[in-house]
């Protein structure tokens, strides 16, 4: 599949943002960062950018973007619709704890915050099932994929909320958001180790045998191409430009983009100077998620190219 | 509305069946079909760069060529590829505008180009490759049945089958209600083995597929007879009579 920069930019930043939200949104009525409503202001600003950003870079992918107004209509069906349903829904109660923070509302400010996770992790679910309802993309089949944007979403949003802290006050508020980006780094890499071990083991999935109908005659394999130039199809669909730089950029995801902040957040659990280093955490991270989403979609393959090769 | 219309049991379901059989790859029904539907209901249907290096366009049907089997069972067939207006859609459900949409009397899968955003979730979810963005005006486009020839009141009735059916030269295209057992597509589905591509998948095409005939495998005793002369072997014309009698 082809990884148009719209969306992989979108699912990163946004992901974050959700992230970022979430984990602001379930600490606080926890007593987390309680006499810094500060911090809690600036992550939730942050969040808010990065989502809205993401969300913008989303509507550069649509053919007509003026449009977009009527994805909101077929949530009954479509996830894609729910998942715009589920940012917009964020936005209030997310508006509301910024609203909170400022004005020290505690009590408001939990109430929103558990809502704005709410549907931080919602929003999280419908662009992942996006993805995973495909059933002509096996890769994006496989039961991992949903977890692994929750995954993507928690360690870079815990990533961005560590090196909030180690600004505000290292002493404190440090501990908590560093310890999860840590742990969500580990489960980042015990996710996609699984996921990509199982991808390569080879997926069950329609042949080009079954595609064709042919299987009775025996192996099938194309003669003449329907046409000699490129067609939206071979684009959209049989993306594979930089497919084999999949083994590197995996291990550049792995170790750069999710081991390195886990080691710098245990770093700055240690004494390490917190702040550059969970700052530099937070930038491998984003790092990190982009490169694994990129190959989300480069290493996806459609059944519609068992017609063409 | 993308959720799937309600359809009884025994609803229309309008389709192509196609016979691989018969099928010479000739590519009529892709340029027929291409003419027609470049003015008709999805106009246009733009073609990009169509006079230099890079041509490319939007085609409602691709006409492949394969080769199967091995040996002397093996043989190239040529396979037409285009919307097969599934039973259960998931380009219809993934549609997050309600542009694309199967209809309820006929079951007929169209996208309405006035409410469609362009995502291309829709060309994702399809498993056949039948939907083609028009990266013109940012809509998608895909096979509509020829909806405006098989409705069309102003165009003799012989003439309202899809272009595809009623140019390809072989007959290897035909057009009608595959939710009526009777009809004589269902019959000829029936008769022939016609089958579902990609079954598995549950998007329960209506169009189907009839497999090559086996070969009828000749004697084996029977060789061909090369030494033996033809009447265009023998210049002389004295030879050639005493040829052709003794032949007898």
Redesign the interface.
Known sequence: MNPAPSIVFFTTASGAGYGLLFWLGVLRPLGWGDGAPSLGAAAVVLALVLITAGLLSSLAHLGNPQRAWRAFSQWRSSWLSREGVAAVLTYPPALLLLLALWSGWPAVATLAGLLAAAGAAATIYCTAMIYASIKPVRQWRHPLVVPGYFAMAAFSGAALLAALAAWWDAGRLLPVPAALAALGGLAAIGLKFAYWRAVDAGMPGPTAEGATGLGAIGRVRPLDPPHTEQNYLLREMGFRVARKHAARLRQVALWGGFAAPAVLAALALAGAPAAPLLALGALLALLGVLVERWLMFAEATHTVMLYYR | ????PDRPAGAKKLGLVID?DTCV?CQAC?TNCKEWNASGHSAPLPDFKPYSA??????FN?????????GD?????H?P?SCLHCETP?C????????SYKRAEDGIVLVNAE???????C???????AR????D????KKCTLCIDRIYNETIPEAQRQPACVITCPTRARHFGDLGDPDSAVSQLVARRGG????P????GPVNK?L??REHTSAPTEAKPVEDAPTPMDIPNPLLRWMDRVLSR
């Open positions: 509305m993308t959720s799937l691989l790859g892709a890079g041509a490319e366009g939007v085609w691709r006409v492949h060529s394969y080769e199967a089997g091995e069972q093996g043989r190239t067939v396979f590829r998931a219809v459900t993934v549609c997050p505008t309600g542009a409410t469609c955003i362009g995502c291309g979730l060309a994702w979810a399809c498993p056949y490759g083609e963005m028009d990266e005006s940012g809509v998608m089958q579902d591509l990609m598995e998948l549950g998007y597929y497999p090559p």
